[in-house]
Nanobody, 125 residues
Framework: QVRLVESGGGVVQAGGSLSLSCAAS????????MGWFRQGPGQGREFVAA????????NYADSVKGRFAISRKSSESTVYLQMYNLKPEDTAVYYC??????????????????WGQGTQVTVSS
């Protein structure tokens, strides 16, 4: 069964940086979009960032634009999320996701079929 495994979460002070990684167990997603969503305490899962199959196009939530950067290394079936100038409101469980039917950097959950187990990011004030 295909799996997505996230790593890199942790605790950081406001203004700090963290880097998340997500590795797919197979190269199934090399032709498809991948992305990151997050779910804060008592909140629904919200879009954070997405990247097209070839890494050319990206989309970001307004709340993270200019602070987060998504990238991918298809040769390793891995997607990354670099997070800078973190704020307490960025505290959430971050989920990696992959599509199986679109190569564009989709922003809606409905376009994604596979999800990782999530990694906690906590930003202290």
């Amino acid at each position: 069964q295909v799996r997505l495994v996230e790593s890199g979460g942790g605790v950081v002070q406001a203004g700090g940086s963290l880097s998340l990684s997500c590795a797919a167990s197979e190269r199934t997603f090399d032709s498809y979009a991948m992305g990151w969503f997050r779910q804060g305490p008592g909140q629904g899962r919200e879009f954070v960032a997405a990247i097209s199959w070839d890494g050319v196009d990206t989309n970001y939530a307004d709340s993270v634009k200019g602070r987060f950067a998504i990238s991918r290394k298809s040769s390793e079936s891995t997607v990354y999320l670099q997070m800078y100038n973190l704020k307490p409101e960025d505290t959430a469980v971050y989920y990696c996701t992959a599509s199986t039917f679109t190569g564009t950097a989709a922003t809606s959950k409905e376009f994604y079929a596979y999800w990782g187990q999530g990694t906690q990011v906590t930003v202290s004030s």
